[in-house]
């Protein structure tokens, strides 16, 4: 992860804590770049009864995460850092799993989502927690929001399932 150099950033956070924030949103982005990928294979294989209403409401996921891509990268040089930029630096440092583009049913692709979501879900609670060590309130009070969103989503593919 590089550093922006020539920086007098006097934002009231220590140089070792922006690093440390820096190095774990950008493992977030990591993951987020790949959700974003999968959301875009779901969203173009899925087949069955429900392709509509799925096809929409994964299109509907990735622009969201599209936004949580730019805010999170933005968020990285805020404190100082540079953003990884390369598809196979998000895919090395992503926990997600890519898949195979193939058929999927409505009711697999919203359980690999849910599946995706539960662990997004705890990373970002990991981070939050980080952030809040640091009194980076910023990063928290973003994350917070993402936190929320993830699952409330994740309840209502839950009750799409049952
Ligand atoms: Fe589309």
Same mark, same amino acid.
């Given at each position: ?22 190095? !774990?949103?950008?493992? %977030? ?9 999968? $959301? ?17 409401? $994964?299109?509907?996921? %990735? ?26 630096? %998000?895919?090395?440092? !992503? ?54 969103? %993830? ?10 399932? !049952?």
């Amino acid at each position: 992860m590089e550093k922006i150099k020539n920086t007098n950033l006097n934002i009231g956070l220590n140089e070792k804590a922006r690093e440390e924030i820096s190095k !774990s949103l950008n493992s %977030y982005l990591s993951n987020l770049q790949v959700l974003h990928a999968k $959301l875009h294979n779901l969203h173009w294989n899925v087949e069955g009864q429900n392709f509509f209403k799925i096809h929409e409401k $994964l299109e509907e996921f %990735y622009d969201t995460t599209s936004e949580q891509i730019d805010e999170v990268a933005e968020r990285i040089l805020s404190l100082g850092y540079r953003p990884l930029v390369k598809l196979n630096e %998000y895919a090395n440092n !992503s926990n997600l799993k890519e898949i195979e583009s193939k058929a999927y049913d409505g009711l697999e692709a919203l359980e690999i989502v849910l599946e995706d979501f539960y662990t997004l879900i705890n990373e970002t609670r990991n981070l939050i927690k980080l952030a809040q060590e640091h009194s980076d309130e910023s990063t928290a009070d973003m994350l917070i929001g993402y936190l929320k969103e %993830y699952e409330k989503n994740s309840w209502m593919i839950r009750a799409t399932l !049952s």
